[in-house]
């Protein structure tokens, strides 16, 4: 089993709709996540972090749910804009101390259509 | 400008011939790391450094060394390349691993 894992999609989705991104980790240890995009060719760039409490930018939402290990990323009225590949990454300790690794998914490819 | 340089950006080379990937960044990071991106298998860690001379394995270290005698550079070594070592080369920093990840622009390598 891979310790991250996301639908890799593509998924197809209109203008203005509202989509839904899901990642479930094997680590219960881990202790940081982020959501990463990454452009066709291009390097990945922050998109936001996830906090226990959920937290929202603009049009975009992360949630984590530790007790199920999943972190989901939802975005609210699509633009052609966001057509990218979405990367979950989750960040552990290989030592029990301070966090020194980061795990990344596959990527889950989302393509708005107009 | 705050920026991660990877050099080359596009390599061609034969089986054994060494190459190193430089990486260098600005912004007075302590932790650097190397990835490689492959289709359907995504970002790999290859290693990582949570300072100087602190370097250690990520998941896929076969194949490679790195040095971090400098905060600013972490060279990626290939001593002898091998066909399967053709890849997306990311080299990315960060004050940590809680913190976000800045990556280069990416090291297009084949080897033939």
Redesign the interface.
Known sequence: RKEVEQD?GPFNVPEGATVAFNCTYSNSAS??F?W?RQDC??????LM?VYSSGNEDGRFTAQLNRASQYISLLIRDSKLSDSATY?C?V?HS?YGG??????????TLLAVQP | EAQVTQNPRYLITVTGKKLTVTCSQNMNHEYMSWYRQDPGLGLRQIYYSMNVEVTDKGDVPEGYKVSRKEKRNFPLILESPSPNQTSLYFCASSRGTNNEQFFGPGTRLTVL
């Open positions: 890799p202790q940081s982020f990463y060719r291009k390097e990945p760039k922050l972090s990367l990454v960040a290989n301070a966090t020194n690794k980061l795990i990344f998914g596959t990527g």
